[in-house]
């Protein structure tokens, strides 16, 4: 984090705070001449810096001497936003036992528990969850702690969420799912998890596809394989491709090989007519498509 700097003992206050120095911090904070509560010009406090650097007596000297504990920053952010980012599992439960708020939200909608949850912090999450964060906030765009979660590859914190009663198929506004997401991100074993807890694999965003096209396009084949353990159909996207077209669209060769071993059929077109093999100039995917018209001196 950053911070602008101001008055000169303000500025001694931030340092000591973003330094651990609890002996400084104390001398300025008693000489009476500075506020535990300075703030820089964009709302930042003392005790926003120490929870953010993880130095916990810092903090309760901060709130000893009357630092507001839930100052909103002019983005948003409180001390516990930020504790929660870092994965200050101690501070995060210090800021409780003096009143700190899960309510705060940052001005895109983020609140402690979806930042937490998507840089993977699992401590940090559980005691979020016993201190009353809501598994359903939501970012202003509709992506749940869940979704950030997912996205990120945080199999543990996913587990939590699901467990406190994380919604697995809720989509955000633009119909991505967290398990779509996975899949684009290449992250198997939260697709796994994510299909076990009663992902619809074949859910589709407002642009038709689903986690298993995304996962073809994108080349993630440990991906595909537990997507097509879940189901072994194909299925087709609402503009007529196949799965196939997507791989081949990737230019993912290991990926069009993998869907032929799974019976994909190369000889489907999609609505504009197009097979598979339209869709490269690849001679190595043209030969896997379609061995017996390989003609390596027509490319």
Not at 6 to 30: C, I, R
Not at 159 to 182: C, H, Y
Not at 193 to 209: E, H, K, M, N, P
Request: net charge neutral.
């Amino acid at each position: 984090m950053s911070f602008k700097k101001e008055t000169p003992l303000a500025n001694a206050v931030f340092w000591a705070a973003g330094k651990g120095n609890l002996a400084l911090l104390q001398l300025l904070l008693n000489s009476g001449r500075v506020d535990a509560d300075c703030r820089d010009s964009n709302g930042t406090t003392a005790l926003m810096v120490a929870s953010y650097n993880g130095h916990s007596d810092c903090c309760k000297e901060l709130i000893m001497q009357g630092a507001d504990i839930n100052y909103q920053r002019e983005t948003g952010s409180t001390a516990l936003f930020f504790a929660s980012q870092a994965g200050h599992s101690d501070i995060v439960k210090l800021l409780f036992e003096f009143g700190a708020s899960t309510e705060f939200q940052t001005k895109d909608g983020g609140t402690a528990l979806t930042v937490a949850c998507q840089h993977g912090h699992s401590k940090v999450v559980d005691t979020l969850l016993k201190n009353g964060a809501n598994v359903h906030d939501l970012l202003h765009d509709g992506a749940t702690p869940l979704f950030l979660a997912a996205q990120e590859g945080h199999v543990n914190v996913i587990r939590q969420l699901l467990s406190s009663g994380a919604k697995v198929n809720q989509q955000r506004e633009d119909g991505t799912a967290p398990l779509w997401m996975a899949a684009q991100m290449g992250q198997s074993e939260v697709v796994k998890v994510l299909l076990l807890r009663g992902a619809d694999r074949d859910a589709d965003r407002q642009d038709g596809s689903t986690a298993l096209f995304k996962a073809a396009f994108k080349g993630h084949n440990d991906v595909i394989e537990e997507l097509l353990k879940f189901s072994p159909t194909l299925g087709l996207l609402k503009n007529g491709s196949t799965v196939l077209h997507a791989a081949v669209m990737g230019g993912n060769l290991k990926t069009v090989s993998l869907l032929l071993g799974a019976n994909a059929d190369p000889t489907l077109p999609n609505k504009s007519n197009e097979l598979p093999a339209d869709l490269t100039k690849s001679g190595r995917i043209l030969q896997a498509l379609h061995p017996k018209l390989w003609n390596a001196n027509s490319l």
